[in-house]
């Protein structure tokens, strides 16, 4: 039948076209980009932190995408310079976020690169921005009588501290606050060229 054809035609174009504009032509924009000199890589625990924001699902509530300025005023906010696609050289999956009940992440480390402050926050956001609506991540740590050798123990503020224990952080909490530290790009969105020799 005639209208078959011109249907299976159809979509078959429309699957080309799509192809070619969201697969194709990106794939040869950006298959060139190399890391930047201020990116480094993530570390193991770092990595696992990582994995920790996929899993609790951060990403539901804060992007890791400052927009230029015609978009958003995101730079005034002081979340950073437009992003750029070698900034995500090393994240795979891409973290960028779609909703923004939070701030933007991509630049926290630099804003915030306090480990007692992140492992705080993480554990109750409200002893640190009173009415946050940030959900509290208690079950990332453990509340005991006495720390043992080579824990990590929260410093709280008084109203917020277990009345005669001390709250210690797991270590998938301290491995999400090192990635959360890690969120740094802040350098020059393009490399200075290499100095030429006359
Ligand atoms: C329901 C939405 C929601 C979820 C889920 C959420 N956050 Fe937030 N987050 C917020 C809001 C709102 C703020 C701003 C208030 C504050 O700082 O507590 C915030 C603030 C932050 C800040 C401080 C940002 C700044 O600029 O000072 C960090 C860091 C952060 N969140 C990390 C996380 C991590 C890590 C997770 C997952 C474990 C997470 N958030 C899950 C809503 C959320």
Redesign the pocket.
Not at 101 to 105: A, F, K, Q, V
Not at 132 to 135: F, G, H, K, L, N
């Given at each position: 039948m005639k209208s078959e054809k011109v249907l299976i035609g159809g979509a078959l174009v429309m699957i080309g076209v799509a192809g070619t504009l969201l697969v194709a032509i990106p794939y040869v924009q950006l298959k060139d980009v190399k890391p930047p000199k201020g990116l480094k890589p993530y570390t193991t625990s770092q990595l696992r932190g990582r994995e920790?924001?996929i899993r609790?699902?951060?990403v539901?509530?804060?992007s890791q995408q400052p927009r230029d300025r015609r978009q958003a005023p995101d730079g005034e906010r002081?979340?950073g310079r437009p992003s750029v696609a070698a900034d995500y050289y090393y994240d795979k999956p891409h973290l960028l976020g779609t909703?923004r009940?939070?701030?933007?992440?991509l630049n926290?480390g630099a804003?915030?690169p306090s480990l007692d402050w992140?492992l705080g926050?993480?554990y109750q956001?409200?002893a640190?921005?009173p009415g946050?609506?940030?959900?509290p991540?208690g079950f990332?740590f453990d509340v005991k009588e006495k720390a043992d050798a080579g824990e990590r123990v929260l410093s709280l503020p008084p109203d917020f501290a277990p009345p005669g224990k001390v709250v210690v952080a797991q270590p998938r909490a301290l491995d999400?606050a090192n990635?959360?530290i890690a969120l740094d790009r802040t350098y020059p969105a393009i490399d200075a060229p290499a100095e030429t020799k006359r």
């Open positions: 920790e924001y609790q699902g951060c539901y509530c804060h002081g979340w909703m009940t939070g701030p933007d992440l926290i804003r915030q992140h926050h993480l956001p409200r640190y921005v946050s609506i940030m959900p991540y990332l999400l990635y959360l």
